[in-house]
């Protein structure tokens, strides 16, 4: 049975990160209060230096908060070693960056192998995951190919299936599109969505594109290091966070 509890899958509460280097004090996050539920798509937008690559970090837990809790899928970050973040992230969460971050003497297939051959899985577990992963975004024909073979969206979708290659419970992005023309950002963008509605993936987006925005179930804009203010799929229900 699913209760309203199981289904957020992040719950970030009164979240502080404040920066200290040497003399300068940054408060990089102030207070935040964020949830995202299972399946759902969301957009993280606002001016640059407002906290919205810290959230991601602090969020995902591949950076400790100043003050506040974060739990995901139940689970408070707090409580676990360095080692069991690292290896909550490998196994339940993908990553998707502006830069593809994909080795360039591997072919498409090898680089989404690596995550689960990393994570201990079998050579055949990993080329059979690696294979409907590359599927899944629309690639089955380009496997052998290496980065530099590539187009950027193409790119772009080997790092999508990559994170997506260990069934994980909840996808980041930061920037996804931020390297790519229109035309291969829409096809990125309508990737992401299509992924979160046939297969119910749950993601996070760090966007200046109205593009992605407009495809999210919902909108989180930041500014100072607190959420302004969220907007409902087609605008249609504003609220103060
Ligand atoms: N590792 C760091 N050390 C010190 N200050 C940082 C660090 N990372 C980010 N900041 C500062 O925190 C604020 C938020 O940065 P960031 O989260 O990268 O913003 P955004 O992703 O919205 O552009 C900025 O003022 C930035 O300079
Ligand atoms: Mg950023």
Same mark, same amino acid.
């Given at each position: 049975?699913? +209760?309203?509890?199981?289904?957020?899958?992040?719950?970030?509460?009164?979240?502080? $990160? %404040?920066?200290?280097? &040497?003399?300068? $004090?940054?408060?990089?996050?102030?207070?935040?209060?964020?949830?995202?539920?299972?399946?759902?798509?969301?957009?993280?937008?606002?001016?640059?230096?407002? &906290?919205?690559?810290?959230?991601l970090?602090?969020?995902?837990?591949?950076?400790?908060?100043? $003050?506040?809790?974060?739990?995901?899928?139940?689970?408070?970050l707090?409580?676990?070693?360095?080692?069991?973040?690292?290896?909550?992230?490998?196994?339940?969460?993908?990553?998707?960056?502006?830069?593809?971050?994909?080795?360039?003497?591997?072919? @498409?297939?090898?680089?989404?192998?690596?995550?689960?051959?990393?994570?201990?899985?079998?050579?055949?577990?990993?080329?059979?995951?690696?294979? #409907? @992963?590359?599927?899944?975004?629309?690639?089955?024909?380009?496997?052998?190919?290496?980065?530099?073979?590539?187009?950027?969206?193409?790119?772009?979708?080997?790092?999508?299936?990559?994170?997506?290659?260990?069934?994980?419970?909840?996808?980041?992005?930061?920037?996804p +599109?931020?390297n790519?023309?229109?035309?291969? #950002?829409?096809? %990125?963008?309508?990737?992401?969505?299509?992924?979160?509605?046939?297969?119910?993936? +749950?993601?996070?987006?760090? +966007?200046?594109?109205?593009?992605?925005?407009?495809?999210?179930?919902?909108?989180?804009?930041?500014?100072?290091?607190?959420?302004?203010k969220? %907007?409902?799929? @087609?605008?249609?229900?504003?609220?103060?966070?």
């Amino acid at each position: 049975m699913t +209760t309203i509890e199981d289904s957020v899958i992040v719950d970030a509460s009164d979240v502080w $990160k %404040i920066y200290q280097t &040497g003399q300068l $004090k940054v408060e990089a996050l102030r207070g935040l209060n964020l949830k995202v539920k299972k399946g759902e798509m969301l957009a993280v937008m606002g001016p640059s230096g407002c &906290g919205k690559t810290t959230l991601l970090n602090c969020v995902s837990g591949l950076d400790d908060v100043t $003050k506040g809790k974060v739990t995901i899928e139940g689970t408070d970050l707090a409580t676990m070693s360095d080692d069991q973040k690292a290896q909550f992230r490998a196994r339940r969460m993908g990553f998707i960056f502006q830069a593809y971050n994909l080795l360039p003497v591997l072919t @498409a297939q090898e680089n989404v192998e690596l995550p689960l051959l990393l994570s201990g899985v079998s050579e055949s577990e990993a080329k059979t995951g690696a294979r #409907s @992963a590359l599927k899944m975004v629309g690639l089955e024909d380009w496997r052998t190919h290496k980065p530099a073979e590539l187009s950027g969206g193409q790119q772009q979708r080997v790092t999508i299936a990559r994170a997506l290659v260990n069934k994980p419970a909840i996808v980041w992005g930061d920037e996804p +599109t931020g390297n790519l023309d229109s035309e291969n #950002s829409e096809e %990125i963008v309508r990737l992401l969505r299509s992924l979160n509605r046939d297969y119910g993936l +749950t993601l996070v987006v760090v +966007t200046h594109d109205q593009h992605v925005a407009q495809e999210t179930d919902r909108i989180v804009l930041m500014r100072n290091g607190q959420i302004e203010k969220q %907007i409902n799929a @087609a605008g249609l229900n504003h609220s103060k966070a």
